[in-house]
């Protein structure tokens, strides 16, 4: 018998829809759980920034959770939310609270104190100082912590496929009950180039929030 | 609260102690295959890491390896070791998830040891160089102690990640804890689920426990441990 070749490409070839909608919805729920943990994690990194008593419990919460094992804690909330997509991104934007909350603070600490003073004597408030110049001069730590974030979360997705949520995951798991090696290696590869692009695409994103660090030559 | 009392009685039950499907035996297949992984990859990372810090040669590599182990991730890798396996006419029960564990294990052994490396005080190369000591002497007495620090929180990173990852062999039929997931979910039993999932969270924090303990009993005597370099939390949990 021949050994079934690790990808058919006759198949990728009739299937563009099957493999596109399981990439749209990787993609989905990436996107999700990375904006959930964004919306979370940095009013958390400005509290711990501000007052920080707070540091120490904030990181450490978002420290247990980030080493629950993902399947465990997938499981661990199906007797609360289901086989749905909730369950999925509670335990997807918890993965990423740590990344984006270690980051934005280590950008926001990086910021120099003779700027702050500088910002301070022109008269800003808090807020507008926070607002107009820490967040603008951290932005390349706190992207890189998105990179870093955005990179787990697409490979973390494929493992939601095990909780019925689809995505490259569930390509993937079909191939191996079918004992179908193309879907399992189309799923892997296009997980994989999705991390790229998405960290590429990130990274020229903040090269275009911080044209102050071209100019400069200061680079990322 | 009716299911934390039905995974308080499954775990009360003497049945779910004892044979195959104990949780002592479960626990060990999982301790040892976890623990073979890791040492596989140790033996496999360390010596390039160390000889890339110690050279300066190679940090691209470093970082390539580093960059592709968390963008590939463990299941996609496991699945796409299992037709490779079946090929090889290996038990895909056993070797893919093992070899997808030694790739996971090898980025934060291999980053780390090459960074604790790097990070050593140039001067203090210098001088033990200007003591006539050779570039092995220079790695071996001076280098190697002063970065073990890091190179042993690299170890604890993998051990932990391998740990909670490896829970997805039961996918393709492998032993340890992730049966007891794999299992209740496909019999609906939420209790058995709910219970293996809290033993791998008990056993990734306990391998994380005893990995401290290692840092402590082998932090360098005498010479202030340099702030450890830590890299920035790679993959959480199973990937």
Redesign the interface.
């Known amino acids: 018998m021949p ?2 070749p ?1 990808i058919r490409w006759s198949w990728v070839a009739d299937h563009p829809a099957e493999i596109g909608a399981a990439l749209g919805q990787h993609v989905l729920l990436t996107v999700l759980a990375v904006l959930g943990g964004l919306a979370i994690s940095l009013p958390l990194a400005v509290a711990a920034h501000r007052y920080r008593r707070a540091e120490a419990p904030i990181t450490w919460v978002a420290g247990v959770i ?8 997938f ?2 909330l ?2 609360v939310t289901g086989l749905s997509v909730l369950t999925s991104e509670i335990g997807l934007v918890g ?1 990423t609270l ?2 984006l909350v ?2 934005t603070l280590a950008g926001l600490d990086g910021v120099p104190s003779d700027v702050l003073e500088a910002a301070d004597a022109m008269g800003l408030t808090r807020l507008q100082r926070l607002v107009r110049v820490e967040v603008p001069i951290a932005v390349p730590v706190i992207v ?2 998105i990179r ?1 974030a955005t ?2 979360t ?3 997705v ?2 939601t ?2 909780i019925g949520q689809g995505g490259l ?1 569930q390509l ?2 079909t ?2 009950i079918n ?1 179908f ?1 193309t879907e ?2 189309v ?2 590869l296009l ?2 180039a999705l ?2 692009v998405a ?1 590429a695409g990130l990274l020229l994103l903040q090269r275009a929030l911080t044209p102050w660090a071209r100019v400069r030559g200061a680079g990322a | 609260m009716e299911l934390l009392a039905q995974v308080l009685a499954w775990f009360g039950d003497p049945a779910h102690w004892q044979g195959t499907d104990g949780i002592p035996t479960r626990v060990l297949e999982h301790v040892e295959a976890s623990g073979l992984s890791v040492l596989v990859a140790a033996t496999l990372a360390l010596p390039l890491g160390l000889a890339v810090g110690h050279t300066g040669r190679g940090a691209f590599l470093v970082g390539s390896i580093a960059n592709l182990g968390r963008a590939l991730p463990s299941f996609a890798l496991l699945l796409m070791l299992i037709p490779i396996a079946v090929n090889l006419r290996l038990d895909f029960s056993t070797w893919p998830i093992l070899g997808a564990m030694v790739l996971l294990a090898i980025p934060p052994m291999l980053t780390n040891a090459y960074a604790g490396i790097r990070a050593v005080d140039r001067d203090l190369v210098e001088a033990a160089r200007g003591m006539g000591l050779s570039g092995l002497q220079v790695l071996l007495r001076l280098e190697l102690p002063l970065a073990t620090p890091v190179i042993v929180t690299g170890a604890r990173l993998a051990a932990v990640q391998v740990v909670a990852t490896y829970t997805l062999g039961a996918v393709a039929g492998g032993g340890g804890l992730g049966r007891y997931i794999y299992d209740g979910f496909a019999t609906q039993d939420t209790a058995r689920m709910v219970a293996g999932a809290t033993l791998v969270a008990l056993l990734a924090i306990a391998t994380d426990v005893a990995f401290g303990g290692v840092a402590r009993l082998t932090a360098p005597r005498g010479a202030t441990a340099r702030r450890s370099l830590a890299p920035p939390a790679g993959e959480p949990g199973a990937a």
Do not use: H, K
Not at chain 1, 66 to 73: E, H, K, V
């Open positions: 050994a079934e690790l980030y080493t629950i094992p993902s399947l465990a804690l499981v661990l199906i007797p993965y740590l990344i270690r980051n890189a912590g870093i990179v787990t697409v490979g973390l494929t493992v496929a095990l995951g993937m798991l191939g191996f004992l090696p399992i290696y799923g892997a997980s994989v991390a790229v960290d």
